[in-house]
């Protein structure tokens, strides 16, 4: 007989069938009752074993963890909590899971802190935290594939391994095949790259936003979906070594463009995760809850993660410029009261104190800021008017700080030119970037989205490193 997911059997299974079903034992009650799960869905199929029909030596190792697959009739539960559930009729074990060694692990059933659950990271998805987080990402990653490919958009596949390390965004990794303790050397005693595997220094991709500008400027209309890696030493919740980006990058699209771009593409995402990951969601809402109660009252979300999902779908987010912001936080308490570690005035970059108060306490939605001071964004960014400021956008979340960081791209050959001189970025280094201002240059935008930041946005999960599956950080790049 065919195996009959979970999902199919709770969901479309009919009284009076029989089913086969395959998967991990989460617990067995009174020798009765096996909890079992197979990962296609949050739930647990109940399986009901008459004890007195099967052999004691066989029940006894249907153990939490153990792996088994049960046959039987599908019946009304006597039970609250589902409505079907299977009268087992044969079980036959496809894996032991010894009980004293579960004992120590993530499957045994009880709270486990987030920082155990790291550490065990290779059987975390066991749980169902972490099943829901990572069926959420899932559902996330196919919903952004499904936005842009409805809207024309095309996906590029832009390089991992990259020779330009121009875009300033951070620190790279390198990458060589050289001996590290014999490298070849130049007469100098440097390190002679020729001979490296590409016969030049190359690093890891930070962003492939400008090769997708090369893609837009031909197919109008591109996005890229990768991994993105960035050496910080900054050990924080919010960043990872490796991370996933997401990056439109659109033909004649302007700064406004842009803006409405991002916010249709966010607002599509957490709409889709409001209306395909229901049973994901409400488990992770109630968890949610259950550790709010834990905390003082202050420090308690005024919203729950459904309501702040809901929330987010359903109000326009505010946009104001930099200098606006700036003005803002000047007049606002904490700025007055001296609150603030870090001074602000026109011309600092955002630190995440003052983004969290914009953010949190004066507009309590998202915001937009564009129009920031040309020094302190990429050199890529359009000159303004103003000559001071660049045509930038940062969209902050509640909870998370800067999710996308955008900008309209700078077409004017000799500004771009100028720019880069004053970045000390050098021709030879990027002249294919250059080209394409030469040959039918036009305004062009694009903006990238961090993967994981808006996975912890619709999951609510406070913690960067529990939203990708194995998470690279500092000194760690375990599994
Ligand atoms: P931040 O100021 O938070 O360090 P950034 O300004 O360096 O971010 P960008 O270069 O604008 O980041 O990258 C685009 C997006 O990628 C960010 O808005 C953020 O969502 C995400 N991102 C950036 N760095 C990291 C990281 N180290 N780990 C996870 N996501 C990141
Ligand atoms: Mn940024």
Redesign the pocket.
């Not at 919010?238 to 070594?241: G, K, Q, S």
């Not at 700080?401 to 960081?405: A, F, K, L, Q």
């Given at each position: 007989m065919k195996r009959s997911k979970v999902i199919e059997v709770l969901t479309d299974g009919s009284v009076g069938s029989k089913v086969v079903v395959k998967g991990w034992v989460r617990a067995f009650r009174s020798n009765r009752f096996i909890q079992l799960n197979d990962g296609s869905t949050i739930k647990n199929i109940q399986a009901v074993v008459d004890f007195e029909n099967f052999d004691e030596a066989l029940l006894k190792r249907i153990t939490t963890g153990s792996a088994i697959a049960v046959t039987g009739e599908l019946v009304e539960s006597q039970g609250a909590g589902q409505a079907v559930e299977i009268q087992v009729e044969g079980i036959e074990i496809l894996g032991d899971a010894n009980p004293d060694e579960v004992q120590r692990t993530v499957m045994q059933p009880k709270r486990h802190s987030l920082e155990f659950l790291r550490e065990q990271a290779h059987l975390r998805f066991r749980t169902n935290t972490f099943g829901a987080v990572f069926r959420i990402r899932h559902a996330v990653a196919y919903a952004i594939h499904k936005f842009f490919n409805d809207r024309g958009f095309y996906y590029l596949h832009t390089p991992i391994v990259t020779g330009s390390d121009a875009e300033g965004?951070?620190e790279m990794f390198r990458v060589t095949t050289l001996d590290p303790i014999n490298p070849p050397l130049n007469e100098d005693g440097s390190v002679n790259y020729k001979e490296d595997f590409f016969g030049k220094p190359v690093n890891l991709t930070v962003?492939g936003q400008l090769e997708a500008e090369l893609g837009a400027l031909a197919l109008g209309q591109v996005y890229t979906f990768g991994p993105t890696f960035?050496a910080?030493n900054?050990n924080t919740s919010?960043?990872?070594?490796e991370?996933w980006?997401i990056e439109p990058e659109v033909a004649f699209n302007d700064l406004k463009d842009n803006m409405d771009l991002t916010e249709s593409f966010l607002k599509y995402i957490v709409d889709y995760v409001l209306e395909n990951c229901k049973d994901d969601l409400a488990f992770l809402n109630e968890r949610e809850a259950n550790e709010q109660k834990t905390k003082p009252q202050n420090e308690r979300n005024e919203m729950s993660l459904i309501e702040r999902l809901e929330f987010v779908s359903k109000n326009d987010f505010k946009r104001l410029t930099y200098t606006e912001a700036i003005d803002l936080l000047l007049q606002s308490k904490p700025y007055k009261k001296g609150q603030f570690k870090f001074d602000v005035k026109w011309g600092i970059d955002l630190q995440s104190e003052h983004e969290r108060y914009l953010v949190e306490k004066e507009f309590n939605c998202p915001v937009i800021l564009t129009d920031y001071p040309a020094e302190i964004k990429a050199f890529y960014m359009r000159q303004n008017d103003d000559g001071k400021t660049v045509a930038a956008m940062?969209v902050l979340f509640p909870g998370i700080?800067?999710?996308?960081?955008g900008s309209q791209r700078e077409e004017r050959f000799d500004v771009l030119k100028e720019k880069c001189k004053a970045f000390d970025i050098h021709e030879e280094e990027i002249w294919w970037y250059l080209e394409t201002r030469k040959f039918g240059t036009v305004p062009h935008a694009g903006f990238?989205?961090?993967f994981?930041?808006m996975i912890m946005f619709v999951t609510g999960m406070t913690n960067?490193r529990d939203v990708i599956p194995f998470p690279r950080t500092p000194q760690n790049a375990e599994f």
């Open positions: 965004a951070g962003s960035r910080e900054s919010r960043h990872l070594a991370f980006m940062d700080g800067e999710i996308v960081g990238g989205l961090g994981e930041r960067i």
